[in-house]
């Protein structure tokens, strides 16, 4: 989360990566429809909302350990390279389950877990440095989230929200004023996906790349 803010974690709520020196502004568009919701009391979409709302972003090594109202505890790896990426991801029992872009050339790969089945990949290029603090490198944030494509499909529903199919039948949802957040999900698949990328537009035009697979 972002500014210090520790919500109650509700049953299923991704933690997300938790990213220092953001303001409030950056808090993603899923965060403040979720609080429009309860107010509104709408209750089916409260937990639509709630269940995504988080934002991928900058520092693997702060973990999400130190929230108040959580017990889930962050490990990050060192950088590796795919092949160590895959092994990393294997070993920890994500095969399937942990989604990225693929390789890319002069980046290295850091794999950050958590113990209630989050996880995330962040690219970090060749001169990077993998302590950066702050929303600085791409991130893809993979979330365990029952019936998943429905989740983000009702997401896409929501004001100032776009929802766009892919040729595989996969869902793209994210807030057209801010494009460096984008969410993707697949049909069958109980995992929720979140790319964050520094440039705004990268992210959406991963998530329609046909580029996001699983790991394993």
């Known amino acids: 989360m972002t500014d210090n803010e520790n919500p109650q974690q509700n049953t299923g709520m991704p933690t997300g990566i938790e990213y220092a020196a953001q303001p409030s502004s950056a808090r993603t568009w899923f965060d403040q429809n979720r609080r429009a919701v309860l107010i509104v ?76 089945g989050q996880a995330s990949v962040r690219y970090i290029p060749t001169d990077g440095d993998p302590q950066a603090q702050g929303a600085v490198y791409r991130v893809l944030g993979s979330y365990p989230i029952k019936d998943a494509f429905n989740v983000t499909k009702k997401a896409g ?8 199919t892919n040729s595989d039948g996969s869902i793209v949802v994210y807030n057209k004023n801010k494009t460096t957040n984008v969410y993707i999900a697949f049909p069958k698949v109980d995992v929720q996906i979140e790319i964050f990328d520094p440039t705004p537009g990268k992210a959406l035009e991963l998530a329609t790349s046909g580029r996001i697979v699983a790991i394993g």
Do not use: C
């Open 41 to 116: 009391g709408a209750v089916a979409v409260i937990v639509v909302a709630a269940i995504i709302s988080f934002t991928v972003g900058g520092d693997d090594n702060k973990s999400s350990s130190s929230n108040s109202n959580t017990n889930t505890v962050a490990s990050a790896q060192p950088p590796v390279n795919a092949e160590g990426l895959k092994t990393a991801v294997s070993a920890v029992g994500g095969a399937g389950k942990v989604f990225w872009a693929g390789e890319e050339a002069g980046f290295t790969y850091v794999l950050r877990t958590e113990a209630n």
């Open 157 to 164: 529903e929501g004001a100032d929200s776009v929802l766009l």
